[in-house]
């Protein structure tokens, strides 16, 4: 294993050791930021505890020698990480593991002073966090059989698990215009609904408002047009993962979806975090891929490998919280209302990427593939209001005696993920925010 | 009615009075080219007979004085046309004015000697085309009520028709990256395929690989997140038109679209041709938005207005051709196979542009939104293979003796597309093609 990923390393930021940071030094997430309220060129920095270490600035101050003369020492002065990605898997990693030494205790930067410590690093609470990458496409997967079955039973109670489940990983294009960073408002969007007894379709604000819990893989290295990826060699194209809101108006989409699949539902909005956590960090917590109960069809042998059965999941913990305009008005935090493992899918990222590829279709850096709505098998794992609600039939029970059957307007919804294994520190995916306006 | 579409004018350019030419002084499209084999950097140029304008000669020339100081000048000299899209219908207007000017007889060059013109002028026979814009978004629309049915008998024969097609201007979300250029080959994707009595699906090459012929609509102007477009306001949102050929591997789309529709069946690849014509130059091609049968719903009210309903459609007639291996070792020209027109479209462009804005989603410039496939109601204006064979039942008869069901490897694909109106000039897209390859 990376020695980036020892448990025992320490960070001369203290707080990297804060008990509740995400960001310890074996995690080392890219984001892009300025200080907030300035004219600065958005730049690449990487989280640790609550700073930002500044890669432009360790470059002019003579650290990150490995990387001062190749290309990552350009991408780290990009507005997005794209130009990183588009390197591929080892220059990240090699840019990772100099991070890694920089911000060692005992490393570099403890032989200088406490200002030049100032100089590479930039609290969080004083940044402006951008979208990490510029996404070209945005491809949204299907991968809970667990959300695709309690989905299904809304849309058509007489067939909730389509026959093509089990060997096709379901997908479709998203929006790419629409993706914004954590802490967009999103506008309640109108559409064209029509309840089963009306005897026409009206147009007005939806009515069924919700989020989706998802992870999303950014690509690193592209693909070219007619490749097709290997399953061991997908996840040689996955830069890293942050955290996705997929929101849906639920009742244009049970209108407007058939035959063609969502499209105004969803393309209103999708907010990401800012942290993209590498693939290297998410090592100690690879799982087997999901067991396919008795009796379900074994994938077809193009989305099948050894090493991807063995060790191609990952199990990160991901939550939905929410805070109503009232909860704050009242002093309360936000709560929890559901929780899950990317574990439970049906599907490994490598199995995604390499269906996407299986016709040819190319993958650009910095494109989104997001997983799909996260929900496992328990009722408290279902990763959006349509499951957890059941389209609103059991409304949820909010702290100061509010319910919820869907979104209202001053509403936040906060994302967050995290990772823990045995023998590994925890790391965290950050927040993924966004409140809802009228 | 714009001077630059008065049938009487006439241009220096020879070419552009043969009566073949697709572009006569009253078209003049926008598009991205180089002299071929050259390192030239691609800029903008105008179709005229069988030459192109190059703009930025023009420009160093002393000629567009017009434009010569204004943002249009420095998107001349752009390697797509999103920079002259962003700026808005009346920068356009005002570029294109200003070439007509250039390009008439008695104009500017006649002014000076035939060296000139050959410096503002390459052969289109001597150029290398490209993508005529950076497309950030694909929207495909489902807009012609005749291929929708046709399409729906053979995939739903109980329903062919969906309760909300009359109401949605149905469309989904297209893969940007595999756009190519008129002229790429296209690679026969492979698939998942299960035949109905197949008891588990296979991988390999599509059995039924197809066409879609398809008008395409660049966006010009963005509009931001949150923006409604009324609907008599959506127009000047859309920059011009091109063909659109969206391959589709139907045996694929059959099993893979249930329930959130086409993906890899479609995202191999979708060609387009290299000119991009204005609204502008369409002006005297536009009808009366389609008659709805007897019965049909009125549109929702956002999606209805005097203007539109009046002429918000454009009769562009809209041709397939096909040219196989051995016709072409026969030494026979391709064959038409199918004809519609653009006017038998059941949504007008604006209503499409203004249901895509109706919940907020922002448009970029250069986002394509095509048509869907244009069919009409005639057996012979079936847009695409599987409506034109009823889904390989009825094969078509070709020259030389073949028969075609879908394509086979060596097929050549080209769409066409022209104007005809009393009291204006002919006008023609060009063309877009693809060479099927195994």
Redesign the interface.
Known sequence: MNDTLDPKLRSWVESAHDPATEFPIQNLPFGVFRRAGSDEAPRVGVAIGDQILDLCACLAEGLLEDVREGPAAIACAAPSLNVLMSLGRAHATALRAGVSRVLRAGGAPTRYDRERAERILVPMADAELFLPADV??YTDF?ASVFHATNV?RL??PDQPL?P?YK??P?????????I?RSGTPV?R????T?RPDDE????GPTRQLDYELELGFYIGAGTS??Q?LAIDDAESHLFGVSLVNDWS?RD?QS???????????K???TTVSPWVVTLDALEPFRRAAFARPEGD?AP???LVSVVDQARGAFDVTLEVWLSTARMRDAGLDPCRVSHGSFADMYWTPAQLVT??T???????PG?LLASGTVSGPEPSSRGCLLELTTRGAEPLSLPGGETRAFLDDGDEVILRGYCEAEGAVRIGLGECRGLVVG
């Open positions: 070209g496409d299907y299904g849309f058509r389509l093509n060997w096709v379901i997908g479709y294009h998203g929006r790419a215009s629409s914004v506008r969007p109108h559409g064209q029509k026409r379709p009206t147009f047009l007619g097709r108006a244009v209108w407007e979806y058939q035959p063609l699949g969502p499209f105004l539902a393309s209103f909005a069809p077809l042998p193009h269906h996407h299986s016709n040819g279709c190319n993958l650009r494109d």
